[in-house]
C-alpha cells in the first residue's frame, strides 16, 4: 500500500469516526442535569417519607472520560441505611440505546438503570433473551432497592 | 472384531486441521465484523437493536468482543488435537485393514490385536511412532503434541481446576497457547509421520 493510499485510507477512518453536527458539550451537561434531576427526584420524592433514617450524600464526584466528550466530572450520590450503603453512580452519556448509563451497587447485587428520551429514567430487567425495561417509578425503585440490597 | 469388518468403521464426519483451521478463521472473522460494525455504529452515536447490547458504552462493547474471541480461541484448539489425534486413528485403522508389512503396521496389528479400536494414544500408538521413525524430528513433534494434550484434557474437562503442569516442551504455560501454535505442532506432527 503506498503513501498516498494509506493516507486516504487513514482520511476514510477519521471521517468516519467523528460524527459531524454534535454539541458534545451540551450532551455533557444535559446528561449532568439529568443526572442531578433524577437524584433530586430521588430525595424529594421516592425518599420523602424516610429522610430520618436514610443518609443521602451527593457530595461525592465522579472522573469520568467519554468519547468525543472527554473527560468531566459528575455527582455520585450514596444513600446510607444503618451499616449498609447503596451508590448510585454515572457511567456515561453515551451507551448503546439509550441516553445515558447509572450503575446502582449495593452489598447484595448491582442494577443499571438508564436514562430514555425526555429525562425519564427506566430500569433494567433483562437484557437477554428479551430486553426488559420498566419505568423508575417509587414502586420499582424500592424493588431496585431490594435487589440491591442485603 | 476381525480385521475384515475395519471397513465399515471410519466416520465421514472427521475433519482434517486444514477444515478445522478454515471453520475457526470463519467464526473469528464474523465475530471480528460483528465488534467493527458494532463498535462503529455506537461511535457513531446511532441506535443499536440488538438488546444483548443495550446500556454497554464503547469500552463495555469492546471488553465483551475481547472475551467472546478469547474463548473462541478454545474451540478450535480442543478439535485442532482432536483432529490431530483422528488422523493419528485413521491412519492405525487403515494400517491395520490393508495388512501393511512395514515396520509401522506390524507394530500397529500387534497392538489391535489387544486393544481393537481403542488403542492408547499416548502409550500405544505414538510410542510406535516414536520407535519406528527414530528421528529428532518425530522425537520433538511426539513431545510437543503430548504437551499440548495437557491443554486439550483441561478443555476436554471444563477448565473446572487449575492446570497442575506446565506442557514440558513448550515455554509457556496451558492458558498460553493460541490456535496457531496448536495447529502448527498437529501439523508438524502429521507432516513428520506422513500422514495427509
Known sequence: ?150 | MARGRLKNVLSEDWKDLKEVWEWYIFQDGLVGDEAARTLDVSFAGLTLNKAQYFGMTTDDLSTLFDEHRQELKRVPMLVLLAATEAALMVDYVVRVRERKKDEISKDFIAIYRLRKLEPKLSEEILDVWRTRVAHPAMKAAIDRYKGALKLRNWLAHGRYKEPEERPKFDPSGIRDYEPEDILEIGTALLTTAGIK
Open chain 1, 1 to 150: 500500500m503506498g503513501a498516498n493510499q494509506l493516507q486516504e485510507f487513514f482520511r476514510e477512518k477519521k471521517a468516519r469516526a467523528t460524527p459531524e453536527d454534535v454539541d458534545w458539550a451540551a450532551k455533557r451537561d444535559a446528561w449532568i442535569n439529568a443526572v442531578g434531576n433524577l437524584y433530586d427526584v430521588i430525595e424529594k420524592s421516592y425518599l420523602a417519607g424516610t429522610l430520618d433514617s436514610v443518609t443521602i450524600d451527593r457530595g461525592r464526584m465522579k472522573g469520568v472520560t467519554e468519547p468525543f466528550i472527554g473527560d468531566y466530572s459528575i455527582p455520585e450520590m450514596a444513600l446510607t441505611v444503618g451499616n449498609e450503603m447503596v451508590l448510585f453512580s454515572p457511567k456515561a452519556a453515551q451507551v448503546v440505546g439509550a441516553a445515558g448509563r447509572m450503575d446502582v451497587r449495593g452489598d447484595r447485587g448491582e442494577a443499571t438503570i438508564v436514562r430514555q428520551p425526555g429525562d425519564r429514567w427506566a430500569l433494567i430487567i433483562s437484557r437477554t433473551p428479551k430486553l426488559q425495561l420498566v419505568e423508575l417509578n417509587e414502586e420499582t425503585f424500592l424493588d431496585m432497592l431490594r435487589s440491591v440490597m442485603r
